[in-house]
C-alpha cells in the first residue's frame, strides 16, 4: 500500500509565501516523476509543477518565477516552494508521485488560500 503524505497548506496573504511537502511511503518502488496538481472550486485539476528523478522540471505558466519544485530522493519526498502567493493561486493542492513501473498515486490534497 502506497501513502502520500502531504503537509504546509494554510491560509496566507497575498504576496506571502507557503511550502508544501509530501512523502511517499509503502511499496512504491522507484519513483519517475513526483509533482503538484492544485483544484479551485468548479475547475478541473491542473499541473502547477513536475519533477523527474534527474531534476528536470517543468511549471505551469501561471507559476514560473514564483514557485519553485524541488525533492530528495532519499526521503521520497517532494516540496513545492510557493512565493509571491496571489488569489487565484487558492485551491486545493495534490501531490502526484509515478512509479518507474507507471503506477500513479495521489495525495489527498491540502488546501491553499491566498486572502487579498
Known amino acids: 500500500q502506497v501513502q502520500l503524505l502531504e503537509s504546509g497548506g494554510g491560509l496566507v496573504q497575498a504576496g506571502g509565501s507557503l511550502r508544501l511537502s509530501c512523502a511517499a511511503s509503502?511499496?512504491?518502488?522507484?519513483?519517475?516523476?513526483m509533482g503538484w496538481y492544485r483544484q479551485a472550486p468548479g475547475k478541473q485539476r491542473d499541473m502547477v509543477a513536475r519533477i523527474t528523478s534527474v531534476g528536470i522540471t517543468n511549471y505551469a505558466d501561471s507559476v514560473k518565477g514564483r514557485f519553485s519544485i524541488s525533492r530528495d530522493n532519499g526521503k521520497n519526498t517532494v516540496y513545492l516552494q510557493m512565493n509571491s502567493l496571489k488569489p487565484e493561486d487558492t485551491a486545493v493542492y495534490y501531490c502526484?508521485?509515478?512509479?518507474?513501473?507507471?503506477?500513479?498515486?495521489w495525495g489527498q490534497g491540502t488546501q491553499v488560500t491566498v486572502s487579498s
Open positions: 502526484n508521485v509515478v512509479s518507474t513501473s507507471f503506477n500513479g498515486y
Open positions: 509503502g511499496s512504491i518502488g522507484s519513483i519517475n516523476t
